[in-house]
């Protein structure tokens, strides 16, 4: 009876591991699809969905400017895909931690968007591609290595194309 137990939970324990990587998702890339909908969902653009891929090539970026302790949106792993970063030295800061701050970071540029002008701009271009209207997939990756924390969240289709802001970028 012991070992059948035993057996069960041995199978239940596989299969959960099976499905934790096949379906590839941690929790910090939950906390930032979840915040991304959030945000979205005030400017009336439709939720994200997680993607495997994406969340793979996005911790695969991470990685990446980790090793160079830089960031500079020349990952050769973003395969055409929209692309936010976040970085910083010092802290220890959690996945989750990382994920949120990013993420709140990111769509804090609203304050400077210009509705009456939409269109393009270096102090907002995280905060448009984060609700981006045409985008509908997300992935999430984080790294710390030396005390050099990037994030990247990796956006399919990209989004922040010229003459597409008006009907991609809503008011709340």
């Not at 400077?112 to 270096?122: A, C, D, K, M, T």
């Amino acid at each position: 009876m012991d070992f059948d137990l035993f057996g069960k939970s041995l199978i239940v324990f596989i299969s959960l591991l099976q499905l934790q990587l096949c379906c590839g998702q941690e929790a910090y890339q939950q906390k930032a699809l979840d915040l991304h909908n959030q945000y979205r969902a005030t400017h009336h653009s439709p939720a994200l969905t997680s993607d495997n891929t994406l969340n793979s090539n996005a911790v695969k970026c991470a990685q990446w400017y980790a090793d160079q302790q830089k960031i500079d949106h020349k990952c050769p792993y973003k395969n055409g895909t929209g692309e936010n970063l976040s970085a910083g030295n010092g802290g220890n800061w959690s996945n989750d931690q990382w994920a949120e701050l990013s993420t709140k970071m990111w769509y804090d540029e609203v304050k400077y968007y210009n509705y009456s002008n939409p269109g393009f701009s270096g102090k907002t271009g995280h905060f448009t591609q984060v609700v981006w209207k045409n985008s509908q997939r997300l992935g999430f990756g984080y790294v710390q290595k030396n005390g050099y924390t990037v994030g990247v969240a990796l956006y399919s289709p990209p989004g922040n194309y010229q003459g597409q802001f008006p009907q991609n970028v809503l008011r709340p």
